[in-house]
């Protein structure tokens, strides 16, 4: 599975974004899907994922109210729409795919990973 990450962009506070993952190869449908973001200085952390049957999605407690992750399994895309952008979201955002169902919050369940598209919100 080969992942692209896109829609990066540098934004003031309180405005949106809308970061797009387009995943090439088979089985797409029944890959768990998520987000993650590394800010300078910073390690990679979660975000929020989206199960394969797109019923259930977890978000990290910071973007919670802010941002949603959906699928779109007929274009093998998914999507993170992030809303009311803060200076704290700054970072390169990473999609990453997993053929495991559990723990989606770590890193080392994901066997795939985008190249990353940068999030800059100035203040």
């Known amino acids: 599975v080969q992942l692209q990450a896109s829609g990066g962009g540098l934004v003031q506070a309180g405005g949106s974004l809308r970061l797009s993952c387009e995943a090439s190869?088979?089985?797409?449908?029944?890959?768990?899907m998520g987000w993650f973001r590394q800010a300078p200085g910073k390690e990679r952390d979660f975000v929020a994922a989206?199960?394969?049957?797109?019923?259930?999605?977890y978000y990290e407690d910071s973007v919670k109210g802010r941002f949603t992750i959906s699928r779109d399994d007929a274009k093998n895309m998914v999507y993170l729409q992030m809303n009311n952008l803060t200076p704290e979201d700054t970072a390169v955002y990473y999609c990453?795919?997993?053929?495991?169902?559990?723990?989606?919050?770590?890193?080392?369940?994901?066997?795939?990973w985008g190249q990353g598209t940068l999030v800059t919100v100035s203040s």
């Open positions: 190869g088979p089985n797409f449908s029944t890959l768990l």
């Open positions: 990453a795919a997993s053929s495991k169902w559990y723990s989606p919050s770590r890193s080392d369940v994901y066997d795939y």
């Open positions: 989206v199960h394969w049957t797109g019923v259930k999605s």
